[in-house]
């Protein structure tokens, strides 16, 4: 499977601290992505990281990409109690060299994540 | 949830009967999906559509079809709902196959 793996499975932690969470994947990339689902809720799209870039920031979010050891982590800086939620990564992964053909994304089973008032 | 909408957001069925759940968008969008999701799997792709009438499988296909008559719709159908195909679904679209996707609200189908 092509399916990326988030780490940790789930994640609390207190208001105004970082958190931190990792994503795996196992063959190259496009693009990796990742998303936050409030709960019942649709999964809402955060940052996109193109497998040329290293680091992409937007706002108090920063994602960082190491397509040597296909891995990215997101970080929430000075986190907030409505960033409660789950996170996905997923991955675009190449169905050929010429990059032709829609795909649809490959998600990961998410990091749960808690922040404790 | 940028123009998109499913319906209908809940349904029960019994288990053999035929089942349609329907996504819509105001964007003009070229590109829609459909995932379910289920606990300890994430989102998995099902069907998508790459353009009116261009179709195609993603990784759970089976017992599933789709069709795309307008852009505006897609249609995901499950012509023998099975226990196995309770689930929340999802619809989404993009621009282009690559970029960010944009999900609709969900529908939450529960098979008896």
């Known amino acids: 499977s092509q399916q990326g793996e988030e780490d940790p499975q789930a994640l609390s932690i207190q208001e105004g601290e970082n958190a931190t969470m990792n994503c795996s994947y196992k063959?190259?990339?496009?693009?990796l992505q990742w998303y936050r689902q409030n709960s019942g809720r649709g999964l809402v799209h955060l940052i996109l990281?193109?497998?040329?870039?290293r680091e992409k920031h937007s706002g108090r979010l920063r994602v960082t990409l190491d397509t040597s050891k296909k891995s990215s982590s997101l970080l929430i800086t000075a986190s907030r109690a409505a960033d409660t939620a789950s996170y996905f990564c997923?991955?675009?992964?190449?169905?050929?060299?010429?990059?032709?053909?829609?795909?649809?994304?490959?998600f990961g089973k998410g990091t749960h994540l808690i922040i404790q008032p | 949830d940028a123009g998109i909408t499913q319906s209908p957001r809940h349904k029960v069925t019994e288990t053999g009967t035929p089942v349609t759940l329907r996504c819509h968008q105001t964007?003009?969008?070229?590109?829609m999906y459909w995932y379910r999701q289920d606990p300890g799997h994430g989102l998995r792709l099902i069907h998508y559509?790459?353009?009116?009438?261009?179709?195609d499988k993603g990784e759970v296909s089976d017992g599933y079809s789709v069709s795309r008559s307008k852009t505006e719709d897609f249609l995901l159908t499950l012509e023998s709902a099975t226990s196995s195909q309770t689930s929340v679904y999802f619809c989404?679209?993009?621009?282009?196959?690559?970029?960010?996707?944009?999900f609709g609200p969900g529908t939450r189908l529960t098979v008896t």
């Open positions: 989404a679209i993009t621009t282009g196959g690559w970029d960010e996707q944009y």
């Open positions: 559509s790459y353009g009116v009438k261009d179709t």
């Open positions: 997923a991955t675009v992964h190449l169905i050929d060299s010429l990059g032709g053909g829609a795909d649809g994304l490959t």
């Open positions: 063959t190259s990339i496009n693009n």
């Open positions: 990281i193109r497998s040329n870039e």
């Open positions: 964007e003009n969008h070229r590109y």
